[in-house]
């Protein structure tokens, strides 16, 4: 069983949906929660960040970890093409871990205009 | 403009014949990385710096070396390539190593190495 479960779709919406992304994990000892966007032939850029439990906004991004069902979130509202990518939920351990990143398998996001 | 700049984008060769993947940040940063990316399995760690002179294996080592002689730069080298070494590859650097008392330092990553090995 790998540490970190996302479906890789692809997840097909119309523009204006809301998206919601999701992400299991197994390792209690996670801390740091992440979420990466990748474009397609570029490299992941960190979206949003959140530290042990609860939701963070920002813009029409939201963030949100549930620590006792292991289980994070990543919704889009008003969803836009220029959103379609590939989102990667990434991990780490707490306050003594060195910085190691586990990373799901990623997500393929495709809003249709 | 900060940023990670990997060499080349591209690259096809046969089994055997050495290479070397360039990396390097403007950033000042002291941790740099090196991911494979491959299908159904994510972004997997090969190596990692902590700083000058230091490099650790991450998860899946095996067929790759590095070397950290200067802070801005982190080559990754396939001494002898093999036909499973064709991936996607991403270097990538971040400002600290540790998240924890220092909080959380986001990784940067380049554009990535397309590699075949055929």
């Known amino acids: 069983q790998k540490e970190v479960e996302q479906d890789p779709g692809p997840l097909s919406v119309p523009e204006g949906a809301i998206v919601s992304l999701n992400c299991t994990y197994s390792?209690?000892?996670?801390?740091?929660f992440m979420w990466y966007r990748q474009y397609s032939r570029k490299g992941p850029e960190l979206l949003m960040y959140?530290?042990?439990?609860g939701n963070k906004e920002d813009g029409r991004f939201t963030a949100q970890v549930d620590k006792s069902s292991k289980y994070i979130s990543l919704f889009i509202r008003d969803s836009q093409p220029s959103d379609s990518a590939t989102y990667l939920c990434a991990m780490s351990g707490g306050m003594d871990s060195s910085y190691k990143l586990i990373f799901g398998s990623g997500t393929r996001l495709l809003v249709r205009p | 403009e900060a940023q990670v700049t990997q060499n080349p984008r591209y690259l096809i060769t046969v089994t055997g014949k050495k290479l070397t993947v360039t990396c390097s940040q403007n950033m000042n940063h002291e941790y740099m990385s090196w991911y494979r990316q491959d299908p159904g399995l994510g972004l997997r760690q090969i190596y990692y710096?902590?700083?000058?002179?230091?490099?650790d294996k991450g998860d899946v080592p095996e067929g790759y070396k590095v070397s950290r002689k200067e802070k801005r730069n982190f080559p990754l080298i396939l001494e002898s390539p093999s036909p499973n070494q064709t991936s996607l590859y991403f270097c990538a650097s971040s400002l600290t190593a540790f998240g924890g008392r220092q909080g959380h330092s986001p990784l940067h990553f380049g554009n990535g190495t397309r590699l075949t090995v055929t």
């Open positions: 959140t530290y042990s439990s």
């Open positions: 710096s902590m700083n000058v002179e230091v490099t």
């Open positions: 390792n209690s000892a996670f801390q740091y």
